[in-house]
């Protein structure tokens, strides 16, 4: 799926200042250090980094930042699986979207766990590393992973697998009488699906009107009226905010905006800084 321009974009490409580069090697190596220490402690030291609501009341602040690096796994053969899986996924979702972008994905993520969690009075990193999957599952949905290390799988068979299993949670969850945990898995999906509505929504939309153009007989071959345009005007791509085109600079890249109504081009400048054209205002 092909991500759209959202607020998100907009507020983490004029703020390139929040993100925090190489962000999971930072997470993973945490985690491999507090292993390491409750190897030695007779795991006795991650309990006292774990998320409690009721400690973090009492004074025990550090465990809102500390909860983060708690491994999921005892064992170091599923860890290091677990640890490098994750750090695949985040490091692609990095490069894809830029530090700025996945930092705040990450950070809402946690914000919001941290909430349920004085709500439930526990909380847990899991679901926000499974959404992250789905973010992946999104952006790459015929990567192939090797399931078992031999069975070629594509990400977003994996990503309906991973959607079963919040399910399956969300239902243990509801019949052990666990309302409040059932919160943990909500806040991960919501967190995807604040960051994923406009790309949703743009593909079901996209869909909807190609198909609307495939039956209408006022179809423009888009190709075929660019190369006419650059015979009679001089140059293919125009600004429709500034009026650069790719005349003035050959080294300018230019998009088509898919929320404008129309075929409006925009420089690198303004593509993601400007007044979306409805036709209907």
Known sequence: MRSVDTWLDRFAYKHPKLGIPRLMLYIIFGNII????????????????MFSATEILKGEVWRL????????????????????FTYFIGTTLEREWGSAKFTLFYLVGVLFNIAVGFAAGFSTMSYVNLS?????AT????????????????AKWLAWAD?????????QMAAGGDYLLMLLPVAAIA???????????GYVGGNIRRAK??????????????????ETRGYMHKCAVCGKTD?????????????CDGYYCYCMDHINDHVHIRKDD
């Open 191 to 201: 967190n995807y699906f604040l960051f994923f509505w406009s790309d949703i929504h």
């Open 213 to 230: 153009h495939r039956r209408s007989r006022q179809t423009v071959d888009f190709k075929a009226a660019q190369r006419k345009a650059k």
């Open 163 to 171: 959607a079963a299993f919040f399910l399956w949670e969300l239902i």
């Open 139 to 154: 952006l790459f949905p015929d990567m192939q992973f090797l399931l078992f290390f031999f069975l070629p799988v594509k």
């Open 247 to 259: 005349a003035d600079d050959p080294t300018m890249e230019f998009r088509y905006c898919s929320k």
């Open 132 to 136: 992250m999957f789905f973010a992946f």
């Open 65 to 84: 930042v500390t909860f983060i690096f708690v491994p999921l796994q005892s064992n170091m053969i599923y860890l290091a699986l677990e640890l490098y």
């Open 34 to 49: 507090v292993f390491f220490f409750d190897q030695f402690s007779g795991f006795t030291f991650s309990p006292l980094l």
